[in-house]
């Protein structure tokens, strides 16, 4: 079910929808009256291929608004507007909406829209923890601009990232928790560059895409996150995270390091460059008749080894190590041995190589833990493998 409340986002709904069907979900729309102000029925009806109905009258003999409810697998509304948060907190059951998420017994997945002061207000915070002390998942808004001339915290969430947590919530219901609420998260993302000349670096084939999960999973699960993001393919930051841009392994250790100082728990996701071009040219290297010049490389700082080292008591590093097999042992086997060479508490292993996570959407692999504990990580969307990680370290944290 998507449910759309009255404001302007609601227009955004549009593309939320297109997304939910296209990646082959059957979707019901349940506008609120005031919706309708904004996106007419229509729009709703075409794009979703099925009736739309507002009120509780309508299609009486079908009981919609407790079917409704009953049959969704995930409720989503989006825009949830200030008004729809509080009559959803207060259990009233005055349209069609109100009264399936009254019936819904699935994941509800709440996008709040709105101006920053009503975001804010005592009103809106209370009710929003008491839905998410009820089970239900209420995400963080975006900070930009709103309508008019005003910006902060209340821009709908990008439709991409509110369609990325409702797959999560279909893959594992319970993967939204709020139990990381006032934990400080930094998260490193994408691959770095290194650059040979004004032109030209060397970098990798890291889309970013598992550390921004990371992000995107651990702010949702209420931590404050800091994203230290490299290069990356076309990512769209995290709602409610803290950016950081970074280009080479340098600028990322540094970042890293003032990020980490007060952090509660450290994620390592980005790719290092493990060399870079020992000198860097400050002009264009030119095609000479004497053939290619030939490149000097020297290491880059081990930078999980350095927080590792730093960290303060009671810190929690989470280390990645993407691996292949090869004549010595397995991808695990390689994974235990850098666990207790990196002397991290948690270690992401993946396998890679042609078609496994790089640049893909899903992922798959183990976690292995200092205390010897290994769960396999079963294949499923990034941010799935992102809130198996966050269920470790918070009950790690406690
Ligand atoms: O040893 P390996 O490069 O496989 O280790 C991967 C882990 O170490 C990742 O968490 C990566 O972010 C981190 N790393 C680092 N600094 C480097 C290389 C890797 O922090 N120079």
């Not at 919706?35 to 109905?53: C, D, Y």
């Not at 608004?65 to 989503?76: D, N, S, W």
């Not at 804010?120 to 002390?133: E, G, I, Q």
Request: net charge negative; proline share 6%.
């Amino acid at each position: 079910m998507l449910g759309v409340a009255g404001g302007i986002a609601a227009y955004k709904a549009c593309e939320l929808l297109r997304r939910l069907t296209e990646s082959g979900h059957r979707v019901r729309v349940i506008p609120t009256e005031s919706a309708l102000h904004f996106v007419g029925a229509a729009t709703f009806e075409a794009l979703s291929g099925q009736p739309v109905h507002t009120g509780v009258f309508s299609d009486v003999p079908e009981v919609a608004h407790v079917r409704l409810g009953q049959q969704a697998e995930l409720v989503v509304v989006a825009p949830a507007t200030a008004d729809l948060l509080a009559r959803a907190t207060h259990g009233r059951a005055d349209d069609l909406l109100t009264a399936t998420l009254l019936t819904a017994r699935c994941p509800v997945l709440l996008v709040p829209a709105m101006h920053t002061e009503m975001w804010l207000h005592p009103a809106t915070r209370d009710n929003v923890a008491l839905l998410r002390s009820r089970g239900i998942v209420v995400m963080e808004p975006a900070s930009g601009r709103l309508t008019g001339v005003d910006t902060g915290p209340g821009r709908l969430p990008e439709p991409v990232e509110i369609a990325e947590l409702a797959r999560l919530l279909l893959e594992r219901a319970d993967a939204l928790p709020h139990d990381l609420a006032g934990r400080r998260v930094v998260v490193s993302a994408g691959g770095t560059r290194e650059p040979l000349d004004p032109v030209r670096f060397l970098g990798n084939r890291s889309s970013g895409r598992q550390g921004y999960a990371l992000a995107r999973v651990a702010a949702q699960r209420g931590a404050e996150v800091a994203l230290v993001s490299a290069h990356t393919a076309d990512l769209i930051p995290p709602a409610g995270v803290r950016m950081v841009h970074v280009g080479t392994a340098e600028q990322l250790r540094e970042a890293m390091l003032v990020e980490a100082k007060h952090a509660d728990v450290v994620a390592m996701a980005a790719a290092v460059a493990d060399f870079r071009p020992a000198t860097l040219v400050d002009h264009k290297i030119k095609k000479t008749a004497s053939g290619p010049p030939s490149l000097t490389l020297e290491l880059n700082p081990d930078i999980l080894a350095e927080l590792v080292e730093l960290r303060p008591a009671g810190q929690l590093v989470v280390g990645f190590a993407a691996e292949t097999g090869d004549e010595t042992g397995d991808v695990l086997f390689h994974g235990r041995a850098k666990l207790a060479r990196k002397r991290c508490d948690f270690l992401v292993v993946n396998a890679v190589g042609e078609g496994l996570a790089f640049e893909q959407p899903d992922n798959a692999g183990w976690l292995l833990s200092s205390d010897g504990g290994e769960t396999e990580l079963p294949s499923g969307s990034k941010a799935l493998l992102a809130s198996r990680v966050w269920d470790a370290v918070a009950s790690r944290l406690t």
